[in-house]
């Protein structure tokens, strides 16, 4: 095996990401496949992928978790960490202002768009 093809191996890591539609990687990282792990049929059952890309993958409706695997070249990636992301992945992918405007309304929301009291 020669000196070139050593410095060029892959370095992967897969993230767990639950109750969301999107998939993403860390920056250094590509998607290179996107999994649904956890499905229920209450819950809608399986989930159509609708894109995958070098950046993101996406259902389309939010699912209960989906792997994401992620690679990139060793000699550029940071080090490796697999990982859990509960929950929305915190306004990944959105204007700042944006994501500052969806922080606020989990918050503190409008009148009337609370959180309801469920009945059993």
Known sequence: MSKASRDDSVVCETRTIQQSNVGTCRP?????????????????????????????????????????????????????MDELIKGNTGGAGLHPAARAVAIALLVSPPRGLGRTRETA
């Open 28 to 80: 250094g990282y590509t998607v290179t496949s996107c999994t649904q792990t956890r499905f229920t049929y209450r819950a809608g059952g399986p989930s159509i992928l609708r894109e995958i890309n070098d950046q993101q993958c996406r259902f389309q409706d939010k699912v209960l978790e989906m792997q994401v695997r992620c690679c990139a070249n060793a000699s550029m990636a940071p080090t490796p």
